[in-house]
């Protein structure tokens, strides 16, 4: 079976994110690793103890992940994504601590004794920044033709950046550690804007999930909805909020989900375009690709995907 690991900022759709996962018979989440950005490290540490707790999976273990990006010596959580995914990360919605606390040994450690345990059969899912594999292909740079795959929510190679005209939220925070791991040649799949924001959900789903009178149903439907007021104000066009995150799981459990180009990437890291993923000339023509980035997205099949599992799981967790 398929292990995976989830690198969260622990957000609305990074909850999301870990719904999907435990509602897919296909994988097993064999730990959160935790980084910056939607919230800080601490809360995003609790917020994944909590949901898994809720959820019914106590036993998924959360490491802790490094507090800052690579360049940097500290982090503050920016006010468009406290508008965005609430003061606590969950849309402000309460639900209980968990009694468990995050493992010891570091979210670093973590991911590169995991590839030395699983190897191929290893997914590594970050949603956020990509410090913490940055950091493990540092210490260990061997983990690089190791691992199974990569699947990262980040980035935009099509359409615009939703930072800037050309950066990605998750890119904007460490451009240096998603270049290291973009140019490592670690085997890589991009879930950019460019298929994230094809995936949409509306109130209607949300009431799904609220009808079904559990705790948990409630949660999800309460913390979404707050997400989907969001996108009312920041981007009115779309009808709905985007599952970024969710999506780069969907596409861990199954690849065929998006279609890809395959393109050997950068990220830039310096002058005006600093941020942005774009292909690497350099190495345009060499014919070992080894990343792929999602250009297109079969929504009817994952949207139906997602609520199944989502709405499974929420029902049995009661």
Known sequence: MTKLILDLDTGIDDALAIAYALGSPEVELIGITGTYGNVLLDQGVRNALAITDLLGRPDVKVYKG???SSTTDSFEVLDISAFIHGKNGIGDVEIPDSPREAESES??????????????????????????????????????????????????????????????????QDPEAADHLFRSGAPATMIGLDVTLQTLLTY???????????????????????????YETTSPHLGGCGLHDPLAVGVAVDPTLVSTLAINMQVDVEGATRGRTIGDNERLNDPNKTMEVAVGVDVPRFLDEFMTRITSLAKNAG
């Open 66 to 68: 490094l507090p800052h």
């Open 204 to 230: 209607r789903e949300t009431q799904r999930w609220r009808d079904l009178g559990t705790t948990a149903g409630a949660f999800l439907a309460d913390m979404t909805d707050f997400y989907i007021k969001a």
């Open 107 to 172: 979210a670093v450690d973590f991911i590169i004794d995991a590839v030395k345990t699983y190897g191929k059969d290893l997914v590594y899912v970050p949603t956020g920044p990509m410090t913490n594999i940055a950091a493990a292909l540092d210490k260990a740079p061997e983990i690089k033709d190791e691992i199974g795959r990569i699947v990262l929510m980040g980035g935009a190679l099509t359409v615009g950046g939703n930072v800037n005209a050309w950066t990605e939220a998750n890119i904007s």
